[in-house]
């Protein structure tokens, strides 16, 4: 509960800057049953880390923070120390989660956003600390979680955004949903216990009857001091018998606002992300719809320019231009949608990069006969996506050229990948996004107009 001290005035509301700091291992539990059979096409579990970025890129889009921060915690706390059973009943991290934390680590660090740790306290006691001195200080503190236990720490200033609920607490909030104000979240835990932390509670209170105790007489103490008084004889046994139980509970239930952890808001500055970081992270987790929505990779990943293609607008030029390329390799690639309305190539050892389009007098019969050429030469390797569609520009001809098909060698190198797209592929080996078709003049069922 985060203590009430004499400050001085602070801004107003809409002038005050805002901090918000994230419960890491909160969203992270949440994202990982909430998305399921999610992996890379190596086996690797992935659906922890796509949850927990996907909430994380819909706070910083939407609310736009100027500060914020990212408690984690690992090994063993003062809890346990104090109560060795704390926690005890707790299954071990599951090894398809435990995986997932460093790629969690390295998506923050990409973003910028620093994680906030202590060694012996847990998260919500650096979320604890750091809300109460960004209050004091006159920062508007929001606290992002699916903990309910992070309740206790809402106060005018501070607020929760519950990520399971997608509702934000304040004091009435708290009060109306709890039953009781944030003051006393910590009194009602410590009657109702933890099974999951195994805090022990009071047997025979659950959390209904917990609620209705506090709300009667006040506070845990005040509770025990009048115990005699209770008229439920399991809840006045209870108490009776298990107070000092309960007084731990609560101990162990309060969430601690006094630790050694300064507040920085330099360090809290929220800084642009790592683009590059952020791409080369998105490609090895294979989230490839996030790294297209990055962009283009700039000068700085060391990219050569692709360029532009020329068209051949005469059968004449399409012979000439065929004839320059350079080396045994071509790429081939098919323009169209429902049926063929051209053909680009281009080769590996240097020559124009060309299309044609079919539409134009005599340039699909220049184009064939190109083709049937390239085929029928052993010498020849014919390189592109989806190559039995180029071939079947030219059917009855042996093929005797060597065929690279990077759709099949993709299938081959990842079959548990759905998708095999060239879209998918240039943006997953080159960076690149692909014109969409109707970016080419494809636009409900119309043709691009010949150049």
Known sequence: ????????????????????????????????????????????????????????????????????????????TFRSEKFEEYKANRAPMPEDLQSQLPWIRKVLEAYRIPTLELAGYEADDVLGTLSCRAAEAGYDVVLVSADKDLMQLVEPRVSLYHTGRNKMYGPQEVTEDFGVPPEKVADVLALMGDSIDNIPGVPGIGEKGAKSLIQEYGSLEDLLARAGEVSRKAYREGLTEHAEQARLSKELSTIHTDLDVPLDPQALHRDPPDL?????????????????????????AGEEEIPAAEEAVTAEVWTDRAGRLVGGEVYVAV???ERPLGLAIAASEGGPVVYADFRRDGVRDAVLESLRRWIGDSSVRLAGHNL???????????????????????????PSVHGHSLDELALERLNRKALTPKDAGWDKGQEPPVG
Request: net charge negative; aromatic share 10%; hydrophobic share 40%.
């Open 335 to 337: 323009l169209g949608e």
């Open 276 to 300: 590059e970081a952020l791409r080369q992270v998105f490609t090895e987790l294979e989230f490839f719809s996030l790294v297209e929505e990055l962009g283009p990779a700039g000068a700085a």
């Open 1 to 76: 509960m985060a203590p009430t001290t004499e400050t001085s005035p602070t801004p107003p509301r809409d002038s005050r800057p805002r901090l918000f700091l994230i419960d890491g291992y909160s969203n992270i539990f949440r994202a990982f049953y909430a998305i399921r059979n999610l992996s890379s096409s190596r086996g690797e579990p992935t659906n922890a880390v796509y949850g927990f970025v996907t909430m994380l890129r819909k706070l910083l889009r939407e609310e736009n923070p100027e500060l914020i921060g990212v408690a984690l915690e690992g090994g063993r």
């Open 388 to 414: 039995k569609e180029v071939l079947r520009l030219c059917p009855g001809p042996l093929c005797e050229s060597a065929l690279f098909d990077a759709m099949l060698v993709s299938y081959l190198l990842k």
